[in-house]
């Protein structure tokens, strides 16, 4: 059965991180306020054992976390070559610190065995720490690359990682399809991207692959099929607050529907949104502003937003969001008259907005630059 981390207060006052097996997310908070707990936050949402089953990762214990311990657990950041040469030492001290004794020992005893065995001791579990954590890396380039377009790259990522399926901490295969299939989504081969895709349907839960479907179609610019699709993964899990908001953001976002997604993101119970979603609530309130023509209230939030999404910039996945964010606060500050605020937010933004055809944000962004 699924398990959820959530933060809240203990009867006895208590600040605590409790772990609940249950059905869903909502099931978990029901049983802690059952129990007497108050002040709930989810801390992970249906996407976390969803991916923890994929990824064959091990339950955590139940335990209370320091908010370094939080950020460690579930704000993890990309992985490049040094940071995993670095955490490979860092993880690896006591092996580290003990081989170094015993090559100092060895050095002032002249035994070559205590110098030989230290160093094999310093060497072996560093390397094989790194060896383990390089599909990371390439997991990292991959989102990179999808960020700028840069699709050859991503199927090379792609490709590199399927050598690792060895690996305990590879990327699933079904992520790999997954990015195959916006890669070929993106160079306007929809159905092959889709039929990539496709044998997964009966392997992950059918809201997982339905929402996971949107990816494709929107890369497409198929927005008609991919808020089918978003939609559809809502009627599936009902009580999934982070897809109702994706599915809210998507309303105004594609289709300039701010009631409609008004409407939906009142009925959320925030509490079950992780800390990670609360920078988008913020980003589809902004969109409703904007699309209302209240462009002082949307320069707020998207600012509010930006700030939000930019503490979070060190993890994948985050710079798309950023950069979209950042350019519907560029097209407010235009609507304002702030053209140089907008300038400098426009110069930033262009590539991006172009190689994504974001066509109503280029032509709000760069509205005075044409002109």
Partial sequence: MPKYLWKAKAPSGKNVIKRVEAASLVEAK??????GYTELEAQTDEYAPAVAEMFNLDDCDETELTPEQEVECFQLGSSSVIGVIWRSIWTNWKPLLIGGTLVGAGVYFGNRWLIGGGALLMFIFPFFSVIIQVPMVYFT?????????RWDEVQSCVESLKKFSWNPLNVPINELARNEGVVLAAKGRLAEGLAKFAPYAKKLPEWLYTSNCVAIYEEARDFEKGLE???????LAPDNATLALDHAIR?????????ESEEMVQKLDVSLLPPLAKPYLTFCYGLIAWRRGNNSEARD????AVEGFRKMLHMDLTEGIYLITKAHLCA???ALGNDSVADALWSDLEKFLRV???QELIDACSAQLVA
């Fill in 30 to 35: 029901e049983q802690l306020v059952n129990a």
């Fill in 141 to 149: 380039r991959l989102n990179k690359a999808k960020v700028w377009g």
């Fill in 229 to 235: 699709y978003s939609k559809k993964a809502l009627e």
């Fill in 251 to 259: 309303l105004v976002q594609r289709f300039s529907f701010p009631d």
């Fill in 301 to 304: 939030k998207f600012s509010e």
């Fill in 332 to 334: 407010t500050e235009r």
């Fill in 356 to 358: 994504h055809k974001e």
